[in-house]
């Protein structure tokens, strides 16, 4: 057995008009929460520290850079205490932030941050951008305007091996490995591929999913929002538990969810799903909560050496379209 304890930082509604310290001091209560529940990695959603800000339209360039976190986010002072946390109570984390790079490049990111050494172990910046670039409809409802604040991240879908967790350690088997994406990346199979072929044992996966937003659905506006709702959380799990299942491997989501400034809303469904596909716990709330589960990181072997052993069943040659077009 390789056990370790998966943890995923649940956050409820998190308004336009709310402090920083206030959400970091959620957060920062969230992390010691699932520390004292015996978490040895806990994921934070997208765009963690902030509001979801690209459902709005935000034309000022000065304005924008507020959302953005800029310099070093484990040290910088409106983000350093979340980092500092994990370093004191020794539970990783991975968090998504908003990136400004030096260079006034914007990224939709997460860190895996390994609180032992204090130090980034890797960062991916979000590779499928969903909505539009420009604002859909009434410029003052629920938009997706990531492809307009966000570049398309260049790190690729990079799985790593994460030091000082899996109890207890077997030479043979190796670190367990890790993989991240983010949001709109759980609904596609080569993403989730991409890490099954790097031999991935846990996918990372914070979001914000809209509920009730026909237009951004492409969905007839006569049904109703409750049944949209139902079927966004529906087709979340779904792409957690099939992926899961389709790479043998764990994975954990974490939402932000509830209505954001009375108004916007964001479905919860936090899990944590096994190799099978099973989902092993689950959000109770659309608030903000632990979803927290042992996870036997042997128990990816019977799909990667069984029904998905890639090296053996694979047939790549009659996959080509999947890359040529
Ligand atoms: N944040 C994010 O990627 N959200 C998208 C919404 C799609 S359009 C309503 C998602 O795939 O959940």
């Known amino acids: 057995a390789r056990k370790i304890v998966l943890a995923a930082a649940q956050m409820g509604a998190t308004h336009r008009s709310d402090e920083r310290p206030q959400t970091l001091a959620r957060m920062v209560e969230l992390l010691k929460q699932a520390g004292s529940k015996g978490a040895d990695v806990v994921l934070f959603p997208e765009t963690a520290f902030t ?38 109570i020794g539970v990783d984390i991975a968090v998504g932030f908003a990136e400004a790079t030096e260079d006034g490049e914007h990224f939709n990111s997460t860190i895996y941050y390994h609180a032992k050494t204090g130090s980034v172990l890797s960062k991916y910046r979000k590779i499928h951008l969903p909505g ?20 398309v991240g260049d790190l690729g879908f990079k799985a790593f091996r994460v030091p000082d967790l899996a109890q207890p350690t ?72 099939g992926h899961s299942y389709t790479n043998a491997c764990f994975s954990v989501s974490a939402a932000r969810c509830g209505l954001d400034d009375g108004k916007h809303d964001l479905v919860g469904g936090s899990c944590i799903t096994d190799p099978e596909g099973r989902i092993l716990a689950e959000a109770k709330t659309t608030e903000d909560e632990i979803v927290i589960a042992e996870c036997d990181l042997d128990l990816c072997r019977a799909g990667k050496t069984r029904i998905f052993d890639f090296s053996r069943h694979r047939r790549p040659e009659h996959y080509k379209l999947v890359t040529e077009q």
């Open 51 to 88: 509001t979801f800000f690209p459902r709005y339209l935000i034309e000022d360039p000065v304005e924008l850079e507020f959302w953005f976190e800029h310099g070093d986010v484990t040290t910088a002072p409106q983000t350093k205490a979340l980092f500092e946390t994990s370093k004191q």
């Open 170 to 241: 077997t030479a043979e088997r190796g670190e367990p490995i890790f993989g991240m994406m983010i949001c709109n990346d759980r609904r596609w199979a080569e993403a989730w591929r991409v890490l099954g072929l790097q031999g991935v044992e846990v996918v990372l996966c914070g979001y914000n999913t809209t509920g009730y937003a026909p237009e951004l659905w492409g969905w007839d506006k006569d049904v109703a929002p409750e049944a949209m709702r139902d079927l966004a959380v529906f087709q979340h799990k779904l792409s957690m538990q």
């Open 132 to 151: 539009d670039f420009e604002p859909i409809g009434d410029k003052n409802t629920t938009q997706q305007l990531e492809k307009r604040y966000f570049k």
